[in-house]
């Protein structure tokens, strides 16, 4: 399916002028047949035919009334005529087309959580307020088929999905696309925004599973062989990228462009949630215990070679070994060392 774009047919302004002059036209020659008719005293056919003409002029005239299409920037129309697809209308101004054409547009009544989706509390068109009146079931109907190609962000719901070591996260993204091809919008699939809704949802699965929430050693993410430090939390970018590319392979042949996605939310689920914390809370004093240590073994290494440098006093291995537990002691303790005087002797 090709997409065909009319653009010879912004003729609307003219076609409504004309309506409106052939129904005052229409007028006149009610007034002039009526006239002639009671001014002679037989039947004059010619008053006849033009009072019939007017007359069925004035119940059929308004239908090519029904051709005329106002669209506004990054608004797009696709037309069909008896179940062919005839062309889209997709720059800005007044048209007229074939009276008889019928816009399309599956996706026009679909809610999703997305810019241009939000009703929120908006108060009813005129439209809708006659159509109440008459007795329609306005939300059964299409008022809108009208297609927009402005770029629109989808924020799907949160996934709860398992990465490649297993932890349940949840995890949320923000689509930006836009409709680049309305013929394969609305004819190559059912409903294209309900369509981009759910590749989204596969595409995010396909690429979580495959990364760690947090850097984890020998786990490959680039798929070279190779352990590498990519991970959700680490390398949102790449992962965004990834998603991206992931997405725009699967809307593709639903005429969509996928601009931009990018990571909204990112947490491990409920149910491990505490559990994490208190492993990264014990990675972390780990991580600071292991600088400690190390800082004192030098400081005590320090304190040593000082010591027998400048020869102030002299330690046999014994007396080493218990000044380095003091201060190991002092300097890895978590609270102050209260100190004890020895007023003996040392030996």
Not at 197 to 217: E, F, G, K
Request: charge should be neutral; glycine fraction near 8%; include cysteine.
């Amino acid at each position: 399916m090709q997409e065909k774009i009319l653009t010879h047919r912004k003729n609307g302004m003219l076609v409504l002028l004309l309506e409106i002059l052939l129904y005052l036209a229409a007028i006149a020659g009610f007034i002039f047949g009526g006239i002639w008719a009671s001014s002679s005293s037989s039947t004059q056919p010619g008053a006849v035919a033009l009072l019939i003409l007017c007359a069925v002029w004035s119940l059929l005239g308004w239908i090519a009334l029904l051709g005329l299409k106002v669209l506004k920037p990054q608004e797009a129309l696709v037309l069909t005529l008896f179940g062919k697809y005839i062309g889209t209308l997709k720059e800005e101004g007044f048209y007229w087309v074939n009276p008889f054409c019928v816009s399309v547009n599956p996706a026009a009544r679909t809610r999703l959580n997305q810019s241009g989706d939000v009703d929120g509390a908006k108060q009813p068109s005129a439209g809708q307020i006659a159509a109440s009146l008459a007795g329609v079931n306005v939300g059964q109907i299409n008022l809108n088929q009208k297609i927009s190609l402005k770029i629109m962000t989808l924020n799907n719901n949160r996934q709860k999905i398992n990465d490649c070591l297993g932890n349940p996260i949840e995890i949320g993204i923000a689509v930006m696309w836009r409709v680049v091809d309305t013929a394969k919008a609305v004819f190559r699939v059912d409903n294209y925004k309900e369509y981009l809704s759910l590749q989204c949802d596969s595409a995010l699965r396909n690429i979580v599973r495959i990364y760690p929430y947090d850097v984890a050693q020998g786990v490959d993410t680039t798929g070279d062989g190779v352990a590498d430090e990519g991970s959700l939390r680490g390398s949102s970018e790449v992962v965004a990228a990834r998603i991206r590319d992931e997405i725009q392979q699967r809307v593709a042949d639903a005429g969509l462009e996928i601009l931009e996605a990018r990571i909204t939310y990112l947490a491990y689920a409920p149910e491990i949630a505490a559990v994490m914390l208190q492993r990264q809370q014990a990675s972390a004093v780990i991580d600071a215990r292991k600088m400690i240590v190390d800082g004192a073994v030098g400081m005590v290494e320090l304190a040593l070679e000082r010591l027998a440098e400048h020869g102030t006093v002299a330690l046999d291995e014994e007396r080493k070994a218990a000044m380095v537990s003091n201060l190991l002691v002092v300097l890895c303790g978590n609270h102050d060392a209260q100190p004890v005087v020895n007023s003996g002797s040392l030996y």
